[in-house]
């Protein structure tokens, strides 16, 4: 495991799934899934979280990922501190703001409690004890490699 | 006395019953091998005995003697598909002479030497955002990318296999049409501006950059020829077109990061040095 990220290998037992959260603003994860064989039972280890809007990838990182998810669930109790985000009121509804290189989309309220229930749902039956010490350090090279492998950098539909 | 009727009757009965028993399992065993008589007919009348087929005779090329020739050194062409582009284009179809020789190598030399890349029709343009150590972000395009050296391997051999199945053209009339694919395929690399930075060529529109590259790489052409590349029609031969959007769906995808600064993208180096013809045997 210790090879895997100093050359930034990625193994083969590891797989990518795109999960869409809101279809209609293209939000999704992109979550990294390793699959471990002991004694004709597998076990499911969480080793990355991403976050992708649209053709953006916005977190490349567990704890950005975590980041954006707790600005989205305070949602309007927020401040101008936030990161990835902004509070904007219009006509007395409260908007959450999320800036792209090209452009933004707004999250309502609804949206952004959908967002953070997926974000329980996916997990389910994975555990957590290696993202911690053993998450995937990820550059750009090995991230194109990756989504290469799983046929994810081809047009879809 | 009537107990000795009635036991003798029922052991006649019995005696009858194993009778009948015995003929039936003996008539039904002569069945089954008159069955099986017939399937082993049958399947002997499905192989075929051995054909006698006579000898033909064929035209074959052998090269028995060695040959001392004027080439271009392979370690000149730095990747193994334009070296094989060589070998199969030249070479083996003997075409030796002048103006096409050493134009159409010139240009194998320098997409030898040079890594350009095609933006594959299929893929996605994903941006990401990286962050460093020192908490610097970033920012990559990924995609999916296909090698130009691959491309044109393809595209060329396609169109001469093509010319190749029409019988009315002539040996110098191919070689103007292989001219003619490998600029229509080199036009359509990605890093073509930074091309013309380096070759320092002007970049106007799609027929301009033609003429300009082909006074570029060919040089010992007639005027009329090269008028004729820088055409839309290619000598009236449109399929190079339909080949090359052929070859496209069907080659090799590598993934590719693009960063959106300049440095990166100024890869493409100069023309390799005039390397000259040398003697050699094959």
Known sequence: ?157 | MSIIFYISGISLIIIIALIWRVFHITAIKNMKKKFLDEEIEANRKMIIEPLEVKKKEVFYKLNVYMVRLNLYSKSSFSSYEMKNLYQNMVIDTYWLNEPFHSDFSRILQFIGVNNLWIKDPKSREIITNIRDRNNKINKQILMNVLDLGEVINGVVTEVYSNLNKRLFYNKYEMQDRILAAAIYVLIKAEEIEFVCKILKIEYTNEEGLRHNLVGRFYENLSTEKKDEITQNGFFNSSFIISIYEEVLFNSNQYPYTFSTTEASKCTVTLLPYRSEKQLMNI
């Open chain 1, 1 to 157: 495991m210790l090879d895997e990220q100093i050359n930034c290998v990625i193994p083969d037992n590891v797989d990518l799934i795109e999960i869409p959260v809101i279809r209609s603003k293209k939000i999704s994860f992109v979550r990294a899934k390793e699959r471990v064989k002991v004694k004709d039972k597998y076990y499911n280890y969480l080793r990355s979280m991403l976050i992708m809007v649209g053709e953006e990838l916005i977190t490349t990182n567990f704890a950005d990922t975590v980041v954006l998810l707790a600005e989205i669930q305070k949602f309007d109790r927020g401040n101008k501190q936030n990161k990835y985000t902004e509070i904007e009121r219009h006509k007395g509804d409260v908007n959450l703001k999320l800036n792209l290189t090209l452009g933004y989309i707004y999250i309502s309220a609804s949206e952004s409690l959908a967002i953070f229930n997926m974000h329980k749902y996916s997990l389910q039956g994975i555990s957590l004890v290696r993202i911690i010490d053993d998450e995937f350090v990820l550059t750009a090279e090995s991230i194109a490699t990756y989504l290469n492998k799983n046929k994810m950098l081809n047009k879809q539909g």
